[in-house]
């Protein structure tokens, strides 16, 4: 079909656990284009952190199919898998991507050289999410915004064409939110295609089309 940086065609995701069967996803379709960011919302348990874990290849939908651009990411080898998700998306995550044992400067450059772009300009990176002056310091003594551009960074460390954040702004307070989503704001406003899954209200606003998740659907 086209060449939409992010595709889900009816996922599902059943979980089992003896006789109890949870239909985590139950026929999940989506797109997110060029220049778009998404909010997917949802009480807790609706699947949004299911669905993203399918998306980034980190998890393997039971049905469907994720594509990233042309490319297949769903029923791939682990290897395949692993290798496209640390080209083509930079995850976000509310618990943080960053190793604790490593400054921040050397957590990007160490994800540049898994992503084969060992030449990356990590400082670069980090000036232009206004925490260059922190590459020197080590995770566990970042600040909650710092922490949050220091994850960022590291999910820009490839330059990827998908953004996918799971609660990033959890933990936030409303001005450290605001400026996480002015930054993602401005990535989509260089082509990428980003996607959200939140219940922040402010996520929602920040949002150009916003997906309803519940019981595993998107309401109509
Ligand atoms: P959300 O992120 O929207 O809170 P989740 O995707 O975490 O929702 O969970 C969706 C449903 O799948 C929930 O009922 C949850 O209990 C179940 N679930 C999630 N992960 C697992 C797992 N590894 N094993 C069994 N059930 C799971
Ligand atoms: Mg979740």
């Known amino acids: 079909m086209t060449g939409e940086p992010l595709r889900a065609d009816r996922l599902y995701r059943f979980y089992r656990a003896g006789d109890e069967e949870t239909l985590a996803l139950q026929g999940v379709s989506l797109t997110v284009s060029k220049g778009e960011v998404v909010a997917v919302v949802g009480p807790s348990g609706a699947g949004k952190s299911t669905l ?3 998306l980034t290849g980190l998890d393997e939908p039971t049905g469907g199919t994720v594509w990233l651009g042309a490319r297949r990411l769903s029923h791939q080898p682990e290897a395949l898998r692993a290798r496209l998700r640390a080209r083509q998306i930079g995850v ?12 921040v400067l050397d957590n990007v450059k160490m994800v540049q050289r898994l992503g084969g772009a060992s030449n990356g300009d990590a400082h670069g990176l980090l000036e232009s999410l206004g925490i260059a002056a922190r590459g020197g310091a080590y995770p566990p003594e970042l600040s909650g915004g710092e922490s949050s551009r220091a994850g960022l960074a590291v999910a820009l460390a490839n330059d990827p064409p998908v953004l996918v954040a799971d609660e990033p702004t959890g933990e936030l307070d409303e001005a450290t939110e605001q400026t996480l989503l002015i930054l993602l704001r401005q990535r989509a406003d260089q082509g990428k295609a980003v996607l959200i899954a939140s219940h922040s209200a402010a996520v929602r606003r920040s949002a150009d089309r916003v997906l309803t998740l519940r019981d595993g659907k998107l309401a109509a």
């Open 52 to 54: 993203l874990a399918c």
């Open 92 to 103: 976000v995550t509310q618990a943080g991507n960053l190793f604790g044992h490593l400054s």
